[in-house]
């Protein structure tokens, strides 16, 4: 709502149709730039958060080889040994995945958190309205 009285402020109540038309496709441009921005952060923060997670995964980690055996001795029933491999490696990469995606969600949130705080000081520069002023808005 401040918005909206913002664009309004100053203005005749003859252009409040025009006004209104352009603000409201200043907030449709506004969301769908805003949305891509997220979504391009997201997917680039989780492939990053991947490949450093991915590091730790080498036949040389005993953490790691402890869990593959771990997860093969209990998925691998009946699929033999490689069947039971694969669907231990498939859980382990399940496992990094989820988690360079929510340490990417972590990360877009802490952007948008310091993007809101840098904006709180556009507020003061704000035109103020007139005082004794009636602002007709429909």
């Known amino acids: 709502m401040p918005l909206t009285i913002a664009a309004y ?14 603000l409201n496709f200043m907030r449709n441009i506004g969301s769908s730039v805003g ?12 492939q990053v958060h991947q490949a450093i997670l991915s590091e730790n995964l080498s036949a040389s980690n005993p953490q ?10 209990a998925v691998g029933g ?18 990094v995945t989820r ?16 993007a809101i705080l840098a904006m709180i000081p556009l507020v003061f520069l704000m035109k103020k309205p007139k005082s004794g002023g009636s602002m007709a808005v429909h």
Request: charged fraction near 10%.
């Open 9 to 22: 402020v100053g203005l005749p109540p003859e252009k409040s149709n025009s006004i209104a038309g352009i």
């Open 35 to 46: 949305t891509s921005l997220v979504t391009t952060l997201l997917a680039r923060r989780a």
């Open 64 to 73: 790691l080889r402890d869990m593959l055996h771990g997860i093969t001795g």
């Open 78 to 95: 009946g699929t033999g040994p490689l069947g039971g491999s694969q669907k231990a490696w498939a859980m382990i990469q399940g496992i």
């Open 99 to 114: 988690q360079a995606t929510m340490l990417a969600y972590i990360d877009c949130f802490w952007v948008l958190g310091i």
